[in-house]
């Protein structure tokens, strides 16, 4: 079966940092783009970062330019978020899901997600 289990979210105050954790298994995670998303209640999931299968190439979002870092681990199936500087507007909860865009990550390949909180 296909799983992503995301992990690493929590309270944090402002200016703090967090990082997330995802690990995948049951497909083949080296031949796919990984993205990290965000969703607010009330709100579309946005992209926050992705990376690329084979040459880790990342791409960001504006909110997260400058302060987010995203990598992975082929040889662990993982992939990690490093968030810095962590602004109350973060606060959502954060998934990992197969694919670069919502509309592009299968319905399945989706993680179960973890809240994030920042407090100012």
């Known amino acids: 079966d296909v799983q992503l289990q995301a992990s690493g979210g929590g309270l944090v105050q402002a200016g703090g940092s967090l990082r997330l954790s995802c690990a995948a298994s049951?497909?083949?995670?080296?031949?796919?783009?990984i993205g990290w998303f965000r969703q607010v209640p009330g709100k579309v999931r946005e992209r926050v970062s992705c990376?690329?299968?084979?040459?880790?190439?990342?791409y960001y979002g504006t909110s997260a330019e400058g302060r987010f870092t995203m990598s992975r681990d082929n040889n662990e199936n993982r992939v990690y978020l490093q968030m810095n500087n962590l602004k109350p507007e973060d606060t959502a909860v954060y998934y990992c899901?197969?694919?670069?865009?919502?509309?592009?990550?299968?319905?399945?390949?989706w993680g179960q997600g973890t809240q994030v909180t920042v407090s100012s």
């Open positions: 899901g197969a694919g670069c865009s919502v509309e592009a990550v299968p319905h399945n390949y």
């Open positions: 049951g497909f083949s995670f080296d031949d796919y783009a």
């Open positions: 990376i690329s299968p084979s040459d880790a190439k990342t």
